[in-house]
């Protein structure tokens, strides 16, 4: 294992020296916050990638398709289908905005007042997003260290915290795009083919396991439907994703680069249900589906190789707790704290408000491993932050970019029905339930279209001013945006 470990060793050090690097380079509110708005195609889709596949995708991805074979790749699919349709159909619109949140989008669209109570939906997603992500670690960990959970969490969230604090979004980014490079060697190219020879090729696969889990539809249509609901329209939405949207250089980038970092997730998706399947073969009887990934990797790979597949699995983990956390402080900063001071600065000196900003990620970071150590049952807290997604927000962030009538009024109805409907019937069915989200999200289309078109239209000058911004006139000064290197927005 000597070997495995100084893989992994390596690794950390490397995201803490990037974390450094980023420090040097981040110098205002936009480099910190959303790279400077200047990653080129290259860096963007392995970043946009990396942050979408988390520990969810990879673990999780391998423990269904060891549940339900082929069909357990629909999860990550419909993360994949999700960002392209966003990248495809909204992704041009949200960067020409040049906002830092989906709460000053909703302010732009409908003339202020949204932002605080919209803020804190989306801050409860990133939050328990980051903490979930951060979990993770105590499984990958233990696999490698025998190590405690709680100190596997402190030390995995430590450095994710740290990088995250000194760099922002460079170091996210340059921490994304090593861990996209690791993921796609350790997963796709030596764990998926090591997979499949160590189960005897697909034709042992297939005379090994009975023949649903080779129908692309045995997970069943009512689990398809609702990942499609939770994770499809979250892609839409979720201010982890749009923060990525917001660091492209242009609208095209965010566009096609984002449609070639869905069509990766698709692929990811199939090797992820297919090396799952392969460990059923190899280990018909596991306790926990989700304890697949890291037995196979732990009793199948060589050294090394083995070394290296387990920090592809870290670096999923630390992609998405990395952006779930500095969008998380992102919101607290700029959505809520700001707001309920009513100092929100248009003109202040940008250097303060990187500290601002680099304060608020350290102190959601601490309190991120906090409840990350307390937690217990990770599934219903990530549930419980998808629906209130989901049900209180998809409604008038969709309704803003396609629909001319909707109004503040109806926005605010939608949020707060569509909230307290998800909360009243997680309640009452049960948090795992699927009828939640159904009916939460009916509930704030009713509200969103009701109370619109019941209240007066938003004002003429409030849609100039949107359609002016959509259309990427105003917002940033473009100097700021112009300040970095050729060679750092061509990557």
């Given at each position: 294992m000597a070997v495995d470990y100084t893989v992994i060793v390596v690794y950390l050090a490397g995201m803490l020296a990037m974390g450094w690097w980023g420090m040097r380079r981040a110098k205002s509110k936009s480099e910190f916050l959303?790279?400077?708005?200047?990653?080129?195609?290259?860096?963007?889709?392995?970043?946009?990638?990396?942050?979408?596949?988390?520990?969810?995708?990879?673990?999780?991805?391998?423990?269904?398709?060891?549940?339900?074979?082929?069909?357990?790749?629909?999860?990550?699919f419909t993360i994949g289908l999700g960002l392209l349709a966003l990248s495809i159909f909204f992704s041009a619109r949200i960067a020409r905005l040049k906002v830092y949140t989906v709460s000053e989008m909703l302010d732009l669209r409908y003339g202020g007042r949204a932002g605080v109570i919209s803020g804190v939906v989306m801050w409860a997603y990133t939050l328990m997003l980051a903490v979930t992500s951060t979990i993770a670690y105590a499984t990958i960990f233990d696999v490698l260290f025998d190590m405690n959970r709680t100190l596997a969490i402190v030390l995995g969230?430590?450095?994710?915290?740290?990088?995250?604090?000194?760099?922002?979004?460079?170091?996210i980014t340059l921490t994304d795009m090593v861990q996209f490079v690791v993921k796609t060697i350790g997963v796709l190219l030596l764990l998926l083919p090591i997979a499949v020879v160590k189960a005897g090729g697909f034709s042992e696969m297939k005379a090994q396991l009975p023949t649903e889990y080779f129908d692309p539809l045995g997970i069943g249509g009512e689990t398809i439907f609702t990942y499609v609901?939770?994770?499809?329209?979250?892609?839409?939405i979720g201010q982890d994703i749009w923060q990525r949207v917001f660091t492209a250089r242009s609208?095209?980038?965010?566009?096609?680069?984002?449609?070639?970092?869905?069509?990766?997730?698709?692929?990811?998706?199939?090797?992820?249900?297919?090396?799952?399947?392969?460990?059923?073969?190899?280990?018909p009887k596991l306790e926990s589906a989700d304890d697949a990934f890291a037995t196979i990797v732990k009793d199948e790979l060589p050294m090394g190789v083995r070394g290296l597949v387990l920090a592809a699995a870290l670096a999923a983990v630390m992609s998405t707790s990395s952006g779930a956390l500095i969008a998380c402080a992102t919101v607290a900063n700029n959505d809520i704290w700001s707001r309920?001071?009513?100092?929100?600065?248009?003109?202040?000196?940008?250097?303060?408000?990187?500290?601002?900003?680099?304060a608020f990620i350290l102190i959601m970071g601490v309190a991120v491993v906090c409840i990350a150590i307390a937690l217990n049952d990770v599934v219903e807290a990530l549930t419980v932050a998808y629906n209130l997604l989901v049900g209180g927000l998809l409604v008038p962030i969709l309704g803003g970019l396609l629909w001319r009538r909707g109004t503040v009024q109806g926005a605010l109805a939608s949020v707060v029905v569509g909230?307290?409907?998800?909360?009243?019937?997680?309640w009452g069915y049960g948090i795992l339930a699927n009828e939640p989200v159904y009916y939460g999200l009916l509930s704030s289309l009713a509200a969103y279209?009701?109370?619109?078109?019941?209240?007066?239209?938003?004002?003429?000058?409030?849609?100039?001013?949107?359609?002016?911004?959509?259309?990427?006139?105003?917002?940033?000064?473009?100097?700021?945006?112009?300040?970095?290197?050729?060679s750092a927005a061509g990557a």
């Open positions: 959303v790279a400077g708005r200047r990653l080129g195609p290259g860096m963007y889709s392995g970043t946009m990638a990396a942050i979408v596949l988390g520990g969810a995708s990879t673990i999780g991805g391998v423990g269904l398709g060891y549940k339900y074979g082929l069909s357990g790749a629909w999860m990550v969230g430590s450095i994710v915290v740290a990088y995250s604090t000194l760099g922002g979004m460079w170091s609901l939770i994770y499809t329209f979250g892609m839409l609208d095209k980038t965010a566009k096609w680069g984002g449609t070639v970092a869905g069509t990766y997730c698709l692929a990811y998706a199939l090797a992820g249900a297919v090396i799952g399947t392969a460990a059923k073969v190899l280990y309920l001071r009513g100092v929100v600065s248009r003109s202040g000196e940008e250097h303060d408000e990187v500290k601002g900003n680099r909230g307290l409907a998800v909360i009243g019937l997680m279209v009701v109370v619109s078109l019941a209240t007066k239209p938003t004002d003429a000058a409030v849609l100039a001013h949107w359609r002016e911004r959509l259309a990427g006139r105003g917002g940033e000064a473009p100097a700021e945006a112009e300040a970095a290197a050729p």
